[in-house]
Protein backbone atom coordinates (compact mmCIF):
# COMPACT_ATOMS: atom_id res chain seq x y z
CA UNK A 1 0.00 0.00 0.00
CA UNK A 2 1.03 3.14 -0.31
CA UNK A 3 -1.54 4.11 1.46
CA UNK A 4 -1.38 2.37 2.38
CA UNK A 5 -0.55 1.54 1.25
CA UNK A 6 3.59 0.59 0.68
CA UNK A 7 7.05 -3.82 1.12
CA UNK A 8 14.65 -0.05 4.51
CA UNK A 9 21.65 1.35 5.80
CA UNK A 10 22.37 4.68 6.64
CA UNK A 11 21.17 7.60 4.86
CA UNK A 12 23.53 10.36 5.24
CA UNK A 13 22.86 12.13 2.36
CA UNK A 14 18.97 12.02 2.10
CA UNK A 15 18.94 13.59 -1.50
CA UNK A 16 20.49 10.10 -2.97
CA UNK A 17 18.51 7.99 -5.42
CA UNK A 18 17.75 4.77 -3.94
CA UNK A 19 17.18 1.88 -6.48
CA UNK A 20 15.80 -1.10 -4.31
CA UNK A 21 16.13 -4.04 -5.85
CA UNK A 22 15.33 -2.95 -9.31
CA UNK A 23 15.91 -6.59 -11.12
CA UNK A 24 13.53 -9.08 -10.98
CA UNK A 25 13.86 -12.37 -8.55
CA UNK A 26 13.33 -15.98 -9.37
CA UNK A 27 11.58 -15.90 -13.20
CA UNK A 28 8.81 -18.97 -13.26
CA UNK A 29 6.68 -20.21 -16.16
CA UNK A 30 3.67 -18.33 -17.67
CA UNK A 31 1.44 -21.41 -16.38
CA UNK A 32 1.62 -20.65 -12.83
CA UNK A 33 -1.88 -19.28 -11.68
CA UNK A 34 -3.88 -19.75 -13.97
CA UNK A 35 -4.30 -21.19 -17.35
CA UNK A 36 -6.77 -18.64 -19.60
CA UNK A 37 -4.66 -16.42 -21.70
CA UNK A 38 -1.78 -18.80 -22.46
CA UNK A 39 -1.94 -18.33 -25.95
CA UNK A 40 -2.69 -16.10 -28.76
CA UNK A 41 -1.12 -12.75 -27.35
CA UNK A 42 -1.96 -10.20 -25.03
CA UNK A 43 -4.09 -8.02 -27.76
CA UNK A 44 -7.96 -8.47 -27.52
CA UNK A 45 -6.93 -10.07 -23.40
CA UNK A 46 -10.00 -8.39 -20.65
CA UNK A 47 -7.65 -7.31 -17.68
CA UNK A 48 -9.15 -5.80 -14.42
CA UNK A 49 -7.44 -3.49 -11.88
CA UNK A 50 -8.73 -3.67 -8.21
CA UNK A 51 -6.47 -0.63 -6.12
CA UNK A 52 -6.46 -0.35 -2.49
CA UNK A 53 -8.11 3.18 -2.21
CA UNK A 54 -8.99 4.60 -6.17
CA UNK A 55 -8.59 8.05 -4.86
CA UNK A 56 -5.41 7.86 -3.81
CA UNK A 57 -2.71 9.74 -6.21
CA UNK A 58 -0.44 6.51 -5.52
CA UNK A 59 -2.78 4.21 -6.89
CA UNK A 60 -3.92 6.90 -9.47
CA UNK A 61 -0.53 7.51 -10.54
CA UNK A 62 -0.30 3.23 -10.54
CA UNK A 63 -3.62 2.93 -12.93
CA UNK A 64 -2.93 5.83 -15.58
CA UNK A 65 0.58 3.98 -15.95
CA UNK A 66 -1.23 0.44 -15.98
CA UNK A 67 -4.19 1.83 -18.53
CA UNK A 68 -1.63 3.84 -20.68
CA UNK A 69 0.69 0.02 -20.89
CA UNK A 70 -2.75 -1.91 -21.78
CA UNK A 71 -3.87 0.15 -24.26
CA UNK A 72 -0.21 0.10 -25.83
CA UNK A 73 -0.53 -3.91 -25.78
CA UNK A 74 -4.67 -3.57 -27.20
CA UNK A 75 -6.02 -5.08 -24.11
CA UNK A 76 -9.50 -4.17 -22.51
CA UNK A 77 -8.66 -2.71 -19.70
CA UNK A 78 -10.75 -1.15 -16.61
CA UNK A 79 -9.71 -0.30 -13.12
CA UNK A 80 -11.63 0.38 -10.02
CA UNK A 81 -10.84 0.73 -6.80
CA UNK A 82 -11.78 0.49 -2.75
CA UNK A 83 -13.17 3.79 -1.48
CA UNK A 84 -11.33 3.25 1.79
CA UNK A 85 -9.18 0.65 2.97
CA UNK A 86 -11.41 -1.81 4.20
CA UNK A 87 -11.52 -6.02 3.82
CA UNK A 88 -15.46 -5.21 3.38
CA UNK A 89 -15.29 -3.04 0.74
CA UNK A 90 -12.72 -4.39 -1.60
CA UNK A 91 -14.43 -7.91 -1.52
CA UNK A 92 -16.87 -7.24 -3.84
CA UNK A 93 -14.85 -5.19 -6.15
CA UNK A 94 -13.40 -8.69 -6.42
CA UNK A 95 -16.42 -10.95 -5.82
CA UNK A 96 -17.94 -8.71 -9.18
CA UNK A 97 -14.52 -9.21 -11.19
CA UNK A 98 -14.55 -13.02 -10.72
CA UNK A 99 -17.89 -12.96 -11.94
CA UNK A 100 -16.81 -11.54 -15.32
CA UNK A 101 -13.56 -14.02 -15.48
CA UNK A 102 -11.24 -11.82 -16.93
CA UNK A 103 -8.02 -13.23 -18.60
CA UNK A 104 -6.12 -10.71 -16.00
CA UNK A 105 -6.09 -9.18 -12.96
CA UNK A 106 -3.86 -6.56 -10.84
CA UNK A 107 -4.74 -6.03 -7.37
CA UNK A 108 -3.34 -4.60 -4.28
CA UNK A 109 -5.51 -6.54 -1.45
CA UNK A 110 -6.05 -4.58 1.65
CA UNK A 111 -5.03 -7.45 3.78
CA UNK A 112 -2.63 -10.17 3.94
CA UNK A 113 -4.78 -13.35 4.30
CA UNK A 114 -8.80 -12.40 4.27
CA UNK A 115 -9.18 -12.40 0.53
CA UNK A 116 -7.19 -14.84 -0.34
CA UNK A 117 -10.15 -17.52 -0.87
CA UNK A 118 -11.59 -15.40 -2.98
CA UNK A 119 -8.21 -14.74 -5.30
CA UNK A 120 -7.52 -18.91 -5.07
CA UNK A 121 -11.35 -19.22 -6.40
CA UNK A 122 -10.35 -16.16 -9.51
CA UNK A 123 -7.11 -17.86 -10.36
CA UNK A 124 -8.29 -21.34 -10.22
CA UNK A 125 -10.99 -20.01 -12.78
CA UNK A 126 -8.41 -19.73 -15.18
CA UNK A 127 -7.75 -15.75 -14.42
CA UNK A 128 -4.20 -14.96 -14.25
CA UNK A 129 -3.59 -12.67 -10.84
CA UNK A 130 -0.75 -10.04 -10.39
CA UNK A 131 -0.59 -8.77 -7.14
CA UNK A 132 0.84 -4.51 -7.10
CA UNK A 133 1.79 -2.82 -4.32
CA UNK A 134 0.84 -4.92 -1.37
CA UNK A 135 0.56 -9.30 -1.27
CA UNK A 136 -1.17 -11.95 0.63
CA UNK A 137 0.93 -14.29 3.10
CA UNK A 138 -0.49 -17.33 0.83
CA UNK A 139 2.67 -17.85 -2.00
CA UNK A 140 0.66 -19.70 -4.04
CA UNK A 141 -1.59 -16.47 -5.65
CA UNK A 142 -0.40 -14.55 -8.09
CA UNK A 143 1.87 -14.83 -11.01
CA UNK A 144 4.10 -11.84 -9.93
CA UNK A 145 4.03 -10.22 -6.87
CA UNK A 146 5.80 -5.95 -7.91
CA UNK A 147 5.82 -3.72 -5.24
CA UNK A 148 9.11 -1.73 -3.31
CA UNK A 149 11.28 -2.92 -1.00
CA UNK A 150 9.31 -1.55 2.01
CA UNK A 151 11.25 -2.59 4.87
CA UNK A 152 14.28 -0.81 3.56
CA UNK A 153 12.50 2.07 2.83
CA UNK A 154 11.55 2.31 6.82
CA UNK A 155 15.10 1.54 7.58
CA UNK A 156 15.76 4.80 4.89
CA UNK A 157 13.20 6.68 6.72
CA UNK A 158 14.96 5.30 10.41
CA UNK A 159 18.44 6.87 9.05
CA UNK A 160 17.43 9.83 7.98
CA UNK A 161 15.28 10.85 11.06
CA UNK A 162 18.08 9.87 13.58
CA UNK A 163 20.91 12.55 11.83
CA UNK A 164 17.94 14.99 11.79
CA UNK A 165 17.46 14.20 15.76
CA UNK A 166 21.02 14.50 16.31
CA UNK A 167 20.65 10.70 17.40
CA UNK A 168 18.75 11.40 20.36
CA UNK A 169 15.00 11.91 22.14
CA UNK A 170 11.74 10.12 21.67
CA UNK A 171 10.04 8.86 18.20
CA UNK A 172 7.22 7.19 17.21
CA UNK A 173 5.66 5.34 14.26
CA UNK A 174 1.90 6.33 13.09
CA UNK A 175 0.48 4.25 10.50
CA UNK A 176 -2.92 2.08 9.16
CA UNK A 177 -3.47 -0.78 11.13
CA UNK A 178 -1.96 -4.41 11.44
CA UNK A 179 -2.21 -6.81 8.32
CA UNK A 180 -0.90 -4.85 5.82
CA UNK A 181 1.82 -6.28 3.93
CA UNK A 182 3.71 -2.99 2.65
CA UNK A 183 3.47 -1.04 6.00
CA UNK A 184 4.20 -3.53 8.07
CA UNK A 185 7.15 -4.54 6.41
CA UNK A 186 8.48 -0.41 7.04
CA UNK A 187 7.83 -0.35 10.60
CA UNK A 188 9.61 -4.08 11.02
CA UNK A 189 12.79 -2.23 9.55
CA UNK A 190 11.91 1.66 10.93
CA UNK A 191 11.92 -0.41 13.94
CA UNK A 192 14.83 -2.42 13.54
CA UNK A 193 16.95 0.73 12.06
CA UNK A 194 16.31 2.82 15.14
CA UNK A 195 17.91 -0.39 17.69
CA UNK A 196 21.39 0.63 16.25
CA UNK A 197 20.59 4.65 18.12
CA UNK A 198 20.85 3.79 21.92
CA UNK A 199 19.81 7.28 22.93
CA UNK A 200 16.62 7.04 20.75
CA UNK A 201 13.58 5.90 22.58
CA UNK A 202 11.28 4.18 19.90
CA UNK A 203 7.58 4.47 21.64
CA UNK A 204 4.87 2.17 20.70
CA UNK A 205 3.45 2.09 17.18
CA UNK A 206 0.16 3.83 16.93
CA UNK A 207 -2.45 2.78 13.95
CA UNK A 208 -4.94 5.52 12.66
CA UNK A 209 -7.47 3.47 10.70
CA UNK A 210 -6.46 5.42 7.76
CA UNK A 211 -7.73 8.95 9.04
CA UNK A 212 -5.63 12.10 9.10
CA UNK A 213 -7.86 13.49 11.84
CA UNK A 214 -6.76 10.34 14.00
CA UNK A 215 -3.14 11.20 13.39
CA UNK A 216 -3.46 14.57 13.84
CA UNK A 217 -5.12 14.03 17.48
CA UNK A 218 -2.43 10.96 18.05
CA UNK A 219 0.87 13.17 17.33
CA UNK A 220 -1.09 15.82 19.57
CA UNK A 221 -1.33 14.08 22.53
CA UNK A 222 2.17 11.96 21.95
CA UNK A 223 3.97 15.87 22.13
CA UNK A 224 1.91 15.78 25.53
CA UNK A 225 2.78 13.29 27.17
CA UNK A 226 6.78 13.23 25.43
CA UNK A 227 8.09 16.19 25.66
CA UNK A 228 11.27 15.48 23.99
CA UNK A 229 9.87 13.95 20.50
CA UNK A 230 12.12 14.40 18.01
CA UNK A 231 10.80 12.55 15.40
CA UNK A 232 7.75 10.55 13.77
CA UNK A 233 7.84 8.50 10.94
CA UNK A 234 4.56 8.48 9.16
CA UNK A 235 3.41 4.30 7.72
CA UNK A 236 1.58 5.97 4.53
CA UNK A 237 0.38 9.28 2.54
CA UNK A 238 -3.02 9.97 4.85
CA UNK A 239 -1.17 9.25 8.34
CA UNK A 240 1.31 12.10 6.91
CA UNK A 241 -1.06 14.66 5.92
CA UNK A 242 -2.66 13.93 9.60
CA UNK A 243 0.59 14.54 11.62
CA UNK A 244 1.71 17.65 9.31
CA UNK A 245 -1.58 18.86 10.31
CA UNK A 246 -1.69 18.16 14.16
CA UNK A 247 1.97 19.16 14.51
CA UNK A 248 1.19 22.75 12.62
CA UNK A 249 -2.38 23.38 15.11
CA UNK A 250 0.53 21.98 18.24
CA UNK A 251 3.28 24.85 17.10
CA UNK A 252 5.77 22.47 16.25
CA UNK A 253 6.02 22.11 12.49
CA UNK A 254 9.80 21.99 11.64
CA UNK A 255 11.02 21.44 15.72
CA UNK A 256 9.80 18.17 15.47
CA UNK A 257 11.19 15.91 12.45
CA UNK A 258 9.05 13.89 10.46
CA UNK A 259 9.98 11.33 7.54
CA UNK A 260 6.89 10.35 5.65
CA UNK A 261 6.26 7.44 2.95
CA UNK A 262 5.01 8.60 -0.37
CA UNK A 263 4.65 11.64 -2.76
CA UNK A 264 0.99 13.26 -3.06
CA UNK A 265 0.50 17.01 -4.10
CA UNK A 266 -0.13 17.63 -0.23
CA UNK A 267 2.81 16.07 1.05
CA UNK A 268 5.11 17.83 -2.01
CA UNK A 269 3.52 20.69 -0.30
CA UNK A 270 4.22 20.22 3.18
CA UNK A 271 7.61 19.23 2.11
CA UNK A 272 8.17 23.03 0.51
CA UNK A 273 6.89 24.23 3.42
CA UNK A 274 9.21 22.71 6.16
CA UNK A 275 6.89 20.59 7.65
CA UNK A 276 7.52 17.17 6.53
CA UNK A 277 11.56 17.36 6.01
CA UNK A 278 12.00 14.05 4.01
CA UNK A 279 10.00 11.87 1.64
CA UNK A 280 10.54 8.49 1.20
CA UNK A 281 9.04 7.97 -2.73
CA UNK A 282 8.16 5.00 -4.34
CA UNK A 283 7.48 4.33 -8.00
CA UNK A 284 3.91 3.38 -8.15
CA UNK A 285 4.23 4.05 -12.41
CA UNK A 286 6.15 1.51 -12.63
CA UNK A 287 4.51 -0.65 -10.78
CA UNK A 288 1.13 -0.37 -12.88
CA UNK A 289 3.21 -0.48 -16.20
CA UNK A 290 5.46 -3.77 -14.93
CA UNK A 291 2.11 -5.65 -14.02
CA UNK A 292 0.64 -5.25 -17.33
CA UNK A 293 3.96 -6.30 -19.13
CA UNK A 294 3.96 -9.54 -16.55
CA UNK A 295 0.15 -10.56 -17.93
CA UNK A 296 0.78 -9.61 -21.29
CA UNK A 297 4.48 -11.98 -21.00
CA UNK A 298 2.37 -14.73 -19.59
CA UNK A 299 -0.75 -14.43 -22.17
CA UNK A 300 1.96 -14.67 -24.81
CA UNK A 301 3.50 -18.13 -23.02
CA UNK A 302 6.62 -16.05 -22.01
CA UNK A 303 8.45 -16.32 -18.79
CA UNK A 304 7.10 -14.42 -15.82
CA UNK A 305 9.40 -12.56 -13.12
CA UNK A 306 7.54 -13.90 -9.49
CA UNK A 307 8.95 -10.73 -7.55
CA UNK A 308 9.91 -7.20 -8.93
CA UNK A 309 11.58 -4.58 -6.94
CA UNK A 310 10.91 -1.22 -8.08
CA UNK A 311 13.07 2.23 -7.55
CA UNK A 312 12.67 4.51 -4.75
CA UNK A 313 14.15 8.34 -4.23
CA UNK A 314 14.52 9.60 -0.99
CA UNK A 315 13.08 13.76 -1.71
CA UNK A 316 14.11 16.75 0.55
CA UNK A 317 13.55 20.25 0.58
CA UNK A 318 16.88 20.80 -1.24
CA UNK A 319 16.61 18.50 -4.13
CA UNK A 320 12.78 18.13 -4.92
CA UNK A 321 13.48 20.32 -8.08
CA UNK A 322 15.60 18.13 -9.78
CA UNK A 323 14.13 16.40 -12.86
CA UNK A 324 15.73 12.75 -11.83
CA UNK A 325 13.49 13.46 -8.59
CA UNK A 326 10.56 15.45 -9.59
CA UNK A 327 9.51 12.74 -11.79
CA UNK A 328 8.42 11.05 -8.64
CA UNK A 329 5.90 12.96 -7.85
CA UNK A 330 2.32 10.91 -7.81
CA UNK A 331 -0.25 12.25 -9.55
CA UNK A 332 -3.86 13.18 -8.61
CA UNK A 333 -5.16 12.58 -12.60
CA UNK A 334 -4.10 11.09 -15.33
Known sequence: MRNVRSRRRLLVAVGTVLALGAGASACGSSDDGGGSGSSGGAKGKKVRLITGVKSDPFYITMTCAAQAEAKAKGMDFTADGSAQWDVSVQRPLLDSVAASRPDGLLISPVDTSALTPSLKQIQSAGTKVALVDTTVTDTSIGITRISSDNEKGGRVAADALAKLMKEKGSVIVISVKPGVSTTDARIKGFTEEMGKYPNIKVLPTLYDNDLPATAASQIQSTLAAHPDLGGVFAGNTNTGQG????????????????????????????????????????????????????????????????????????????????????????????
Open 243 to 334: IATGLKQAGKEGAVKVAAFDAEPDEIASLKAGTLQVLVAQDPAAIGRQAVDQLADAFEGKSVSKSIGTNMVAITKDNMNEPSVSKYFYKSQC
